[in-house]
Nanobody, 119 residues
């Protein structure tokens, strides 16, 4: 069984920073990429950022470009999301997920961590 566990969420003020972590444990599995998604109340879940596990190629939603940075530590099976210059509209539950093969849907998901940004 594969487990993804997010941590690092919290309540911050606009302009502050947070660093989310997503640790993978359980059954060893190969993956093409890891991603971060978020879901605000009443809205659909949306893509935030992704990183390929091999080359480390990154991709970001337009709304977070220049503010968020995704990174990974292959040895620790952990992916990070550094969030700077946070805005109230960044408030959401943030989820990490694992994509097994290129172009496939994300197969494994974490339980989410709440990020709340006050104005």
């Amino acid at each position: 069984q594969v487990q993804l566990v997010e941590s690092g969420g919290g309540l911050v003020q606009a302009g502050d920073s947070l660093r989310l972590s997503c640790a993978t444990s359980g059954r060893t599995f190969s993956r093409y990429a890891m991603g971060w998604f978020r879901q605000a109340p009443g809205l659909e879940r949306e893509f935030v950022a992704s990183i390929t596990w091999g080359f480390g190629t990154t991709n970001y939603a337009n709304s977070v470009v220049g503010r968020f940075t995704i990174s990974r530590d292959n040895a620790k099976n952990t992916v990070y999301l550094q969030m700077n210059k946070l805005k109230p509209e960044d408030t959401a539950v943030y989820y990490c997920a694992a994509q097994i093969t290129r172009g496939s849907s994300y197969t494994y998901w974490g339980q989410g961590t709440q990020v709340t940004v006050s104005s």
